[in-house]
């Protein structure tokens, strides 16, 4: 069984910074690659990164590229989210998530789907203040 936990999240101010961190407690080979997800007060929720298993592919949505980055430790089973230049519309919940090791590879195409991911975290709220 995987489980993913979040830390890190606090209250900032806007252009401000903080480092998110999800460790993942699973047996060797069970988690491959890791996202964020976001889900802000009354709205869906959203994608925000992803790392493939090797490290050496990255994903972004558009509105967080530039600003975050996504980062792993496989040795650790632990990914990271820092995150810069903080904005009041980054305000949200923030959940770690892993797709099955027997799923598709991660995509442009598919990255951002919720369905893609099995496993999830119970979240850590950042908020950033205006």
């Known amino acids: 069984q995987v489980q993913l936990a979040e830390s890190g999240g606090r209250l900032v101010q806007a252009g401000g910074s903080l480092r998110l961190s999800c460790a993942g407690s699973?047996?060797?080979?069970?988690?491959?690659?890791m996202g964020w997800f976001r889900q802000a007060p009354g709205k869906e929720r959203e994608f925000v990164a992803a790392?493939?298993?090797?490290?050496?592919?990255?994903f972004y949505a558009d509105s967080v590229k530039g600003r975050f980055t996504i980062s792993r430790d496989k040795g650790k089973n632990t990914e990271y989210l820092q995150m810069n230049s903080l904005k009041p519309e980054d305000t949200a919940v923030y959940y770690c998530?892993?797709?099955?090791?027997?799923?598709?590879?991660?995509?442009?195409?598919?990255?951002?789907?919720?369905?893609?991911?099995?496993?999830w975290g119970r979240g850590t709220q950042v908020t950033v203040s205006s």
């Open positions: 998530a892993a797709p099955s090791p027997y799923g598709p590879a991660l995509t442009n195409s598919n990255v951002h789907l919720l369905q893609l991911y099995d496993y």
């Open positions: 790392i493939s298993w090797s490290g050496e592919d990255t």
């Open positions: 699973a047996r060797a080979g069970s988690i491959v690659s």
